[in-house]
């Protein structure tokens, strides 16, 4: 074996497998177990250090037993060395070993007593790579009985459900970091206090200026009764926050300057002060209509308690 793979390969692999295993037992968190911990790192430079050293005895003790050879011997071994890998001595044991095939001469030995016409049957062993397979198999289905079925570690079905909340947690965790997947048709109303705040924040920061710290308007419209010009709603309040007014109005596209999910806590925010009637407000505008949501009760009619409208609920 040794003598089939290189040095230059046998050390690394040696070296990525130790890797990988310590990596995949040692529970070091997001870090890898190398930087969290010294004793790893002092464990992996023990590591190389007895790779190399082996190595450097092993092909010590290869040239003393080279030189123990006789010329005959020595010459023999050369011109192994120069053969194909298929046709190397240590190659060819290597295979031995895993198929335990014997050679052609030996057939007569393992001939059984069947002949049918003249077709005749070997007694032929089972190749160790398979045998050794077969034994894993059985040790595999061993613990497996006792720890899934004897002990009940748990159920697929169970396993499934982990996978999933996980999973599920993945996807909440890439939202965080990615919430600029917003857009006007996923856009929701937000109602918890802490992205109203947020949208606050951002309203005195960039629209105070024409909409008025209680955005009862100046240059801009009142924002604070249900007469919209560019349509109200989450949606539309979104959208127009996102692409701006009517051309040459003055309300800007802010996509360019405001993140997406920041523009829905604005518009959050600003669609929570609907009815605040701030003083004196900006007239509505003549092109400004009465708001009404989609799938809200007809006013006027027998008027139920005036409820909350979920301006995401599905149609
Ligand atoms: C430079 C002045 C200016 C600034 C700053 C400004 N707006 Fe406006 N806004 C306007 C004007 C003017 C309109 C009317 C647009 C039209 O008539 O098409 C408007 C319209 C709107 C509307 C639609 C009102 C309706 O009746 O449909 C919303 C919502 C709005 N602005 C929100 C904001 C928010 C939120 C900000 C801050 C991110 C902001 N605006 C910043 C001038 C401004």
Known sequence: MRKLIPVYIRIPLLYVIMFGVLEYFIDSGDRPALVKYPVVA?????????????EVVLNSVDKVSYQL???EEKAKLEADKNKPLAQQQAFKNWMRKL?????????????????????????????PWWVG????????????LVRFHIMGDYTQDEEFTTEMKIADAKVEEY??????????????????AGAIAAGKTLFDANCVACHRADAGGAIGPNLTDNKWILGGGIKNVFNTIMEGGRP???????????????????ASYVLSLQGTNPKDPKPTEPEAKEWKEEGAAAPATETPAPTAVDSTAKK
């Not at 002092?42 to 082996?54: C, G």
């Not at 397979?133 to 497996?144: I, P």
């Not at 109005?249 to 829905?264: A, C, T």
Request: charged letters at 30%.
């Open 175 to 192: 939202k965080k970091t990615a919430p600029d997947l917003m857009d006007k048709e996923k856009v929701t109303l937000l109602t918890d």
């Open 133 to 144: 397979l077969f034994y894993a198999t059985v040790v595999f289905a061993l613990v497996y």
């Open 42 to 54: 002092l464990f992996h430079v023990v590591f190389i250090f007895l790779l190399i050293a082996i």
């Open 69 to 71: 050879l006789s010329e």
């Open 248 to 266: 040459g109005k003055g309300m800007v596209p802010w996509k360019e300057s405001i993140k997406p999910s920041d523009i829905q806590k604005i």
């Open 99 to 127: 198929t335990a095939s014997r050679s052609i001469n030996e057939e007569k030995d393992m001939l059984l007593d069947h002949d049918y016409d003249g077709i005749k049957e070997l007694d032929n062993v089972l190749p």
